[in-house]
């Protein structure tokens, strides 16, 4: 494997990781907006409570089903504070 190849790999790798935790960061920021505690965020999305902890501090993404979710009951606050600022 040539060593342009590899580096490519590993640039792309940069990129969706770079990608996650801005997400996770507009992620918590969602949630902290609409919820008045990780605990409630758990209770709607169906979490458990450890989960909801690091959504409400911004140290771990949702799951797809989750992002789902919020656009389907919250369209207007997910549409406004989940798209990626350019």
């Known amino acids: 494997m040539s060593a342009l190849k590899f580096s490519g790999k590993f640039s792309q790798r940069h990129k969706v990781l ?13 949630i902290r907006a609409n919820f008045e505690s990780p605990e409630e965020a758990a209770m709607v999305f169906g979490v458990d409570g450890s989960t909801a902890k690091k959504w409400w501090v ?29």
């Open 18 to 30: 770079t990608y996650r935790q801005q997400f996770a960061a507009r992620w918590s920021d969602f």
């Open 58 to 86: 911004g140290s771990h993404a949702p799951s797809g089903f989750a992002v789902g979710y919020a656009y389907a009951q919250f369209p207007k606050q997910a549409t406004v504070q989940l798209k990626e600022v350019a």
